[in-house]
């Protein structure tokens, strides 16, 4: 007599061959695109020419101020608390009366300026491409699921050429709903037209990415570069981008 040891559906599915995931949806910021390096560099460059060192004693002064701010902005803002020009109007605005500079055109330039600067820059996450094109050959279908604002994320994926891996890109603005709300998850899987069961989250963010696709039915990968606790445990976690191939 034959005795199997108890397997789950993802193993199993790998042993008889078939692939468990049909559909891959990624996060954007921090997963793929280095958003602190990207943003560093953008903010450093407004440092300079708009002389900001005349206010402020040092440039990580000013680059950690408008972090405080910009993150807090950011957390109010995912929960509906603030539209998105409140966001933008009051991160420099309060970057800058840290120092006690009151100058609101000031900080309407800067804003503007670092939302169509910080874009064009193409630094990625380690590996972030060697893992793309490794899935685009294996044939998984790909979608971006972004909070991110629709004029910025768009040009960092034609910029730095991530554009032909993905068939889609959602963005919360278009979509209605913020992750980690499963309704933006479940419009994604109604867009792939695939069920929960056949598609995979990879996201930096465990509270946003991971923990919104839990609720939504979908499996996760938490990209954890830096070994942060987590809450619950994931359906994966790697530390490096190319550890998906293990999965995948």
Known sequence: MLFLCPMNATKLLRLIGRKPYTHLFFD???????FEGNAKQTLSDLYQEFELF?????????RSIFEVHNDRLWEEYRHGRIAKD??????????????KVKNEHLANLLDTRYISDSPQKTR????????????????????????????????????CGLEQYFDKMLTSENVGHQKPDPRIFNHALKEAGCRASRALMIGDDFAVDIAGAKD???????????????TFSPTYEVADLIELKRIL
């Open 54 to 62: 005349n206010h402020f004693k040092t440039f990580e002064e000013f």
């Open 28 to 34: 954007l910021d921090r997963t793929l695109w280095d």
């Open 124 to 159: 990625l996450m380690p590996n972030a491409v060697e893992l793309l094109e490794y899935l685009k050959q294996r044939g998984y279908r790909m979608l971006i699921i972004t909070n991110g604002f629709n004029e910025v994320q768009w040009i960092k994926l034609k910029v």
């Open 86 to 99: 409140m966001l933008r109007k009051l991160r420099f605005d309060l970057t800058l009366k840290s120092v």
């Open 216 to 230: 939504a039915g979908i499996d996760q990968v938490y990209y954890n570069p830096n070994g942060l606790k987590a």
